[in-house]
């Protein structure tokens, strides 16, 4: 994938999380953990992810983690939550931080490459990554293309609110929640992204 090709990131969180990633930004799991939030993780995945180390000897769970995007198996998961849920955009500027990594697919997976970014950018397969369907009749076929709809991009610690540009919800129901918290913050209805249409 070229850099100009990346237009925009995406972090699948709980609307009820909004403020707090605008006043703390997108941290990592073992900073999460430690503040009053709703997670909306799967146990086991983040139980493969909690063990899991970089190349570079550092834990996953230490870098707070954004999707190239949502439309992917975790936000399909929660399909039946998609009034709770808001997937926040990110300004693709973050793969430029000190200490970002790029993984071609989900990091939990054992097959993931991992590359430091920007230049890691090479490893994603943007046709795979933004398919609309990861289906596939062949078992390894169907796993190559789960892992890489869940490509990441990983920073040290936190993404700073800064690089938060927008907000995507999937329903009118969901949008008037997120209008009720009343921060400043754009956001519109994308029910595409959310698998409603």
């Known amino acids: 994938m070229d850099r100009a090709e990346l237009r925009e990131l995406h972090y699948i969180t709980h609307i009820d999380n909004v403020p707090s990633c605008l006043q703390r930004g997108v941290l990592c799991h073992n900073q999460a ?6 997670d909306v993780s799967m ?17 996953l769970h230490d870098y707070a983690n954004v999707y190239f995007q949502a439309r992917n198996p975790m936000l399909y998961r929660l399909r039946n939550r998609v009034h709770e849920l808001v997937v926040l955009r990110i300004d693709p500027a973050i793969v430029d931080l000190p200490g970002a990594v790029i993984a071609d697919g989900n990091a939990a997976v054992g097959f993931t490459a991992f590359e430091p970014a920007p230049d890691g950018l090479r490893i994603v397969d943007k046709g795979r990554t933004y398919a609309r369907r990861w289906t596939h ?8 293309r789960k892992a ?20 995507f919800v999937g329903s009118g129901q969901a949008l008037r929640r997120f209008r ?9 209805r ?5 698998f409603l249409v």
């Not at 953990?33 to 709703?38: K, N």
């Not at 009749?137 to 190559?144: I, L, N, P």
């Not at 009720?180 to 519109?188: F, I, M, P």
């Not at 994308?190 to 959310?194: I, V």
């Open 137 to 144: 009749q062949d078992t390894m076929e169907y796993r190559r």
């Open 33 to 38: 953990r430690r503040i009053d939030h709703v």
């Open 190 to 194: 994308n029910p595409r992204l959310f």
């Open 180 to 188: 009720a918290l009343g921060v400043a913050l754009r956001v519109r």
């Open 148 to 167: 890489a709809s869940c490509a990441e991009v990983l920073v040290p610690g936190s993404i700073d609110s800064g690089y938060i540009t927008g907000a």
């Open 43 to 59: 146990r086991e995945v983040q139980d493969i992810r909690r063990g899991k180390r970089l190349p570079n000897g550092d834990l």
